[in-house]
């Protein structure tokens, strides 16, 4: 039980462009969705952290502008990148908290974000 | 905030022998430590997680360690196997404040 999946796993696009990535519980039903990059050999930073029909709540530093996120129903929590750049070239990670997994985060199994 | 450091941020042992890991956090106010076995290329797993209200907690070849007073805790892999070969991560949260605190990662190398 408690699966996360994300879609897609791998994405390129060119730079400019605005890339939608989605995260869904399978089995559960998420209140809280977190979203996360992590960079080569570093650790999991917090992006921003959505609750189901209320505005995401960002990090300090994360330009809520650029990713823009959307968690419209308990299973399904998107992360939009527009205009994106090089530098947002990262690995994206989601995870979701539900009340009937007694307060565990389980985490997607991420998506590699190549900006040409 | 919470502060969560992690040592050693490399390991590598020998196949059978035993792997520890630890942790130390800065808010008392903390009372949930999982920990997260990361695999090249892929979302991070949760593998054990501990509650403050109890010292100890075991999983076949997994156990995790909590001493409140010192704030810190470990994990402790016994008879390692090349497939537990990964990163992993600590980190910390109050229950209910949802928000995880993770450490920088130890990338653990079992030696067949």
């Known amino acids: 039980g408690a699966v996360v999946s994300q879609h897609p796993s791998r994405v390129i696009c060119k730079s400019g462009t605005s890339v939608k990535i989605e995260c869904r519980s399978l089995?559960?039903?998420?209140?809280?969705m977190f979203w996360y990059r992590q960079f080569p050999k570093q650790s999991l930073m917090l992006m921003a952290t959505s609750n189901e029909g209320s505005k995401a709540t960002y990090e300090q530093g994360v330009e809520k502008d650029k990713f823009l996120i959307n968690h419209a129903s308990l299973t399904l929590s998107t992360l939009t990148v527009t205009s994106a750049h090089p530098e947002d070239s990262s690995f994206y990670i989601c995870?979701?908290?539900?009340?009937?997994?007694?307060?565990?985060?389980?985490f997607g199994p991420g998506t590699r974000l190549t900006v040409l | 905030g919470e502060n969560v450091e992690q040592h050693p941020s490399t390991l590598s042992v020998q196949e059978g022998d035993s792997a520890v890991i630890k942790c130390t956090y800065s808010d008392s106010a903390s009372n949930y430590f999982p920990w997260y076995k990361q695999e090249l290329g892929k979302g991070p797993q949760l593998i054990i997680d501990i509650r403050s209200n109890v010292g100890e907690k075991k999983d076949q070849r997994i156990a995790v360690t909590l001493n409140k007073t010192a704030k810190h805790f470990s994990l402790h892999i016994t008879e390692t196997q090349p497939e537990d070969s990964a990163v992993y991560f600590c980190?910390?949260?109050?229950?209910?404040?949802?928000?995880?605190?993770f450490g920088q990662g130890t990338r653990l190398t079992i030696n067949p």
């Open positions: 089995d559960f039903q998420a209140t809280t």
């Open positions: 995870s979701a908290l539900g009340l009937s997994v007694a307060d565990t985060q389980y």
């Open positions: 980190a910390a949260s109050q229950l209910g404040a949802q928000k995880l605190v």
